[in-house]
Protein backbone atom coordinates (compact mmCIF):
# COMPACT_ATOMS: atom_id res chain seq x y z
CA UNK A 1 0.00 0.00 0.00
CA UNK A 2 1.75 3.39 -1.24
CA UNK A 3 2.27 5.77 1.92
CA UNK A 4 3.70 9.57 1.55
CA UNK A 5 4.67 11.44 4.27
CA UNK A 6 5.50 15.03 4.96
CA UNK A 7 8.65 16.34 6.78
CA UNK A 8 10.81 19.33 7.21
CA UNK A 9 10.94 22.69 9.46
CA UNK A 10 7.36 24.18 10.19
CA UNK A 11 8.61 27.97 10.36
CA UNK A 12 10.96 30.10 7.27
CA UNK A 13 12.28 33.02 7.31
CA UNK A 14 11.60 35.13 4.78
CA UNK A 15 13.46 35.56 1.64
CA UNK A 16 15.14 32.02 2.86
CA UNK A 17 14.29 28.57 1.12
CA UNK A 18 11.66 26.36 2.08
CA UNK A 19 12.71 22.81 2.37
CA UNK A 20 10.54 19.80 2.40
CA UNK A 21 10.76 16.35 1.91
CA UNK A 22 8.65 13.16 1.38
CA UNK A 23 9.37 9.63 1.84
CA UNK A 24 7.67 7.08 0.09
CA UNK A 25 6.65 3.83 1.22
CA UNK A 26 4.81 0.93 -0.71
CA UNK A 27 6.37 1.95 -4.55
CA UNK A 28 9.55 3.22 -5.50
CA UNK A 29 9.73 6.76 -6.62
CA UNK A 30 12.01 5.80 -9.74
CA UNK A 31 9.15 3.56 -11.10
CA UNK A 32 7.07 4.84 -14.10
CA UNK A 33 3.95 3.89 -12.88
CA UNK A 34 3.67 6.96 -10.37
CA UNK A 35 3.90 10.55 -11.08
CA UNK A 36 4.89 12.53 -7.57
CA UNK A 37 3.86 16.25 -6.83
CA UNK A 38 3.56 18.86 -4.49
CA UNK A 39 0.44 20.59 -3.77
CA UNK A 40 0.00 23.37 -1.31
CA UNK A 41 -3.43 24.68 0.67
CA UNK A 42 -3.76 28.22 1.77
CA UNK A 43 -6.39 30.43 3.13
CA UNK A 44 -6.40 32.76 0.47
CA UNK A 45 -5.57 30.60 -2.22
CA UNK A 46 -7.14 27.25 -1.78
CA UNK A 47 -5.70 24.25 -3.27
CA UNK A 48 -2.47 25.05 -5.66
CA UNK A 49 -0.35 22.58 -7.40
CA UNK A 50 2.69 23.70 -7.10
CA UNK A 51 4.51 20.79 -9.69
CA UNK A 52 5.33 16.88 -10.87
CA UNK A 53 8.48 14.87 -11.03
CA UNK A 54 8.34 11.52 -12.76
CA UNK A 55 10.47 8.85 -14.18
CA UNK A 56 11.03 7.71 -18.00
CA UNK A 57 13.46 5.37 -19.29
CA UNK A 58 15.86 5.99 -16.22
CA UNK A 59 15.27 9.75 -16.48
CA UNK A 60 13.38 12.55 -14.20
CA UNK A 61 11.26 14.76 -15.54
CA UNK A 62 9.57 17.75 -13.88
CA UNK A 63 6.75 20.24 -14.75
CA UNK A 64 6.15 22.78 -12.90
CA UNK A 65 3.09 25.70 -12.16
CA UNK A 66 4.48 28.63 -14.11
CA UNK A 67 3.80 31.34 -11.49
CA UNK A 68 6.00 29.34 -9.45
CA UNK A 69 8.34 28.17 -11.80
CA UNK A 70 11.28 30.62 -11.49
CA UNK A 71 11.16 29.36 -7.61
CA UNK A 72 10.63 25.89 -7.54
CA UNK A 73 12.38 22.68 -7.37
CA UNK A 74 11.29 19.08 -7.09
CA UNK A 75 14.36 16.49 -6.90
CA UNK A 76 14.61 12.80 -6.09
CA UNK A 77 16.74 11.01 -3.36
CA UNK A 78 16.43 7.39 -4.77
CA UNK A 79 18.85 5.95 -2.09
CA UNK A 80 16.07 6.83 0.65
CA UNK A 81 13.15 6.35 -1.71
CA UNK A 82 12.52 10.36 -0.66
CA UNK A 83 11.61 13.20 -3.00
CA UNK A 84 12.23 16.99 -2.23
CA UNK A 85 10.46 20.50 -2.89
CA UNK A 86 13.02 23.74 -2.74
CA UNK A 87 10.91 26.83 -2.72
CA UNK A 88 13.97 29.89 -3.18
CA UNK A 89 13.09 33.57 -1.38
CA UNK A 90 9.81 32.58 0.67
CA UNK A 91 7.64 35.58 1.48
CA UNK A 92 4.60 35.12 3.87
CA UNK A 93 2.51 34.48 0.64
CA UNK A 94 4.46 30.80 1.06
CA UNK A 95 2.84 30.18 4.06
CA UNK A 96 0.06 27.12 3.47
CA UNK A 97 0.03 23.31 4.33
CA UNK A 98 1.95 21.30 1.79
CA UNK A 99 0.64 18.28 0.59
CA UNK A 100 3.17 15.25 -1.45
CA UNK A 101 0.58 13.11 -3.71
CA UNK A 102 1.05 11.08 -5.98
CA UNK A 103 -1.37 9.54 -9.28
CA UNK A 104 -0.58 6.73 -11.23
CA UNK A 105 0.31 6.40 -15.04
CA UNK A 106 -3.03 7.85 -15.66
CA UNK A 107 -5.28 7.23 -19.25
CA UNK A 108 -4.82 10.57 -19.81
CA UNK A 109 -1.60 10.84 -21.77
CA UNK A 110 -0.16 9.94 -18.29
CA UNK A 111 -2.35 12.40 -16.21
CA UNK A 112 -4.43 11.13 -13.22
CA UNK A 113 -6.14 12.01 -10.43
CA UNK A 114 -3.87 12.24 -6.50
CA UNK A 115 -4.99 8.92 -5.50
CA UNK A 116 -2.50 9.24 -2.40
CA UNK A 117 -1.36 11.79 0.09
CA UNK A 118 0.12 12.79 2.71
CA UNK A 119 -0.82 14.36 5.83
CA UNK A 120 0.50 17.42 5.22
CA UNK A 121 2.80 20.07 7.23
CA UNK A 122 2.24 23.48 8.18
CA UNK A 123 5.11 25.61 7.16
CA UNK A 124 4.82 29.64 8.29
CA UNK A 125 6.97 32.12 6.46
CA UNK A 126 7.69 34.75 8.90
CA UNK A 127 10.40 37.76 9.10
CA UNK B 1 -4.57 28.27 -16.57
CA UNK B 2 -7.72 26.45 -16.84
CA UNK B 3 -9.94 28.31 -13.87
CA UNK B 4 -12.41 26.04 -12.56
CA UNK B 5 -15.14 27.46 -10.46
CA UNK B 6 -17.12 25.67 -7.79
CA UNK B 7 -20.89 26.60 -6.49
CA UNK B 8 -21.94 27.43 -4.18
CA UNK B 9 -19.19 27.87 -1.78
CA UNK B 10 -21.36 27.03 1.02
CA UNK B 11 -24.15 24.29 1.08
CA UNK B 12 -26.36 24.13 4.38
CA UNK B 13 -28.10 20.73 4.00
CA UNK B 14 -29.94 18.15 6.16
CA UNK B 15 -29.14 13.87 6.75
CA UNK B 16 -31.05 12.57 4.21
CA UNK B 17 -31.40 15.54 1.28
CA UNK B 18 -29.76 14.95 -2.01
CA UNK B 19 -27.33 18.09 -2.87
CA UNK B 20 -25.73 18.85 -6.01
CA UNK B 21 -22.31 20.89 -6.25
CA UNK B 22 -21.56 22.53 -9.75
CA UNK B 23 -17.98 22.65 -10.91
CA UNK B 24 -17.25 24.75 -14.19
CA UNK B 25 -13.72 24.86 -16.13
CA UNK B 26 -13.05 27.84 -17.95
CA UNK B 27 -12.24 25.54 -20.75
CA UNK B 28 -13.12 21.95 -22.79
CA UNK B 29 -11.43 19.11 -20.46
CA UNK B 30 -13.24 16.39 -21.98
CA UNK B 31 -14.23 14.32 -18.82
CA UNK B 32 -10.66 14.72 -16.71
CA UNK B 33 -12.27 16.05 -13.75
CA UNK B 34 -11.81 14.75 -9.91
CA UNK B 35 -13.57 15.23 -6.98
CA UNK B 36 -12.38 14.97 -3.51
CA UNK B 37 -13.81 15.59 -0.35
CA UNK B 38 -11.82 16.87 2.87
CA UNK B 39 -12.28 17.08 6.50
CA UNK B 40 -10.66 19.98 8.54
CA UNK B 41 -7.33 18.91 9.54
CA UNK B 42 -6.86 16.35 6.68
CA UNK B 43 -5.78 15.52 3.32
CA UNK B 44 -8.09 15.97 0.44
CA UNK B 45 -9.87 12.53 -0.22
CA UNK B 46 -10.38 11.06 -3.38
CA UNK B 47 -14.14 10.66 -4.15
CA UNK B 48 -14.16 10.72 -8.29
CA UNK B 49 -12.04 10.97 -11.08
CA UNK B 50 -13.00 10.68 -14.76
CA UNK B 51 -16.16 12.64 -13.84
CA UNK B 52 -18.25 9.66 -12.65
CA UNK B 53 -15.73 6.93 -11.59
CA UNK B 54 -16.28 6.18 -8.22
CA UNK B 55 -13.33 5.11 -6.04
CA UNK B 56 -13.52 2.02 -4.76
CA UNK B 57 -14.45 1.96 -1.34
CA UNK B 58 -16.06 5.17 -1.95
CA UNK B 59 -19.93 5.08 -0.65
CA UNK B 60 -22.53 4.81 -3.70
CA UNK B 61 -24.36 7.82 -2.63
CA UNK B 62 -21.71 9.85 -4.43
CA UNK B 63 -22.11 10.20 -7.97
CA UNK B 64 -20.67 12.50 -10.73
CA UNK B 65 -21.73 13.63 -13.94
CA UNK B 66 -20.73 15.76 -16.50
CA UNK B 67 -18.36 16.52 -19.61
CA UNK B 68 -16.72 19.60 -21.61
CA UNK B 69 -16.69 22.69 -19.01
CA UNK B 70 -19.65 21.48 -16.69
CA UNK B 71 -19.39 19.09 -14.17
CA UNK B 72 -21.79 17.87 -10.88
CA UNK B 73 -20.90 16.02 -7.65
CA UNK B 74 -23.91 14.58 -6.39
CA UNK B 75 -24.76 13.01 -2.73
CA UNK B 76 -28.16 11.07 -3.06
CA UNK B 77 -28.91 11.30 0.90
CA UNK B 78 -26.56 12.78 3.02
CA UNK B 79 -24.98 10.93 5.93
CA UNK B 80 -23.91 12.65 9.11
CA UNK B 81 -19.71 11.89 7.27
CA UNK B 82 -20.59 13.51 4.21
CA UNK B 83 -20.20 17.26 6.09
CA UNK B 84 -17.07 18.36 4.51
CA UNK B 85 -15.55 20.25 1.73
CA UNK B 86 -15.70 19.37 -1.32
CA UNK B 87 -13.26 20.47 -4.20
CA UNK B 88 -12.89 19.48 -7.84
CA UNK B 89 -9.97 19.39 -10.29
CA UNK B 90 -9.20 19.20 -13.61
CA UNK B 91 -5.64 16.97 -14.75
CA UNK B 92 -6.81 17.37 -18.40
CA UNK B 93 -3.38 19.53 -18.91
CA UNK B 94 -0.80 21.38 -16.40
CA UNK B 95 -0.96 23.51 -14.86
CA UNK B 96 -3.54 21.13 -12.81
CA UNK B 97 -6.01 23.78 -11.23
CA UNK B 98 -8.13 23.08 -8.07
CA UNK B 99 -12.17 24.81 -7.90
CA UNK B 100 -12.03 26.81 -4.43
CA UNK B 101 -14.31 24.02 -2.50
CA UNK B 102 -17.71 23.72 -1.17
CA UNK B 103 -18.32 23.70 2.61
CA UNK B 104 -21.27 21.45 3.30
CA UNK B 105 -22.31 22.17 6.97
CA UNK B 106 -25.50 21.04 9.00
CA UNK B 107 -28.38 22.81 8.85
Known amino acids: QLQLQESGPGLVKSSETLSLTCTVSGASISSSSYYWAWIRQSPGKGLEWIGTMWWYTGKTYTYYDPSLKSRVTLSPDTSKNQFSLRVNSVTAADTAVYFC????????????????WGQGTLVTASS | DIQMTQSPSTLSASVGDRITITCRAS??????LAWYQQKPGKAPKLLIRKASSLESGMPSRFGGSGSGTEFTLTISSLQPDDFATYYCQQYHSYSYTFGQGTKLEIK
Open chain 2, 27 to 32: QNIDRW
Open chain 1, 101 to 116: ASTGFGDNRGHDAFNV
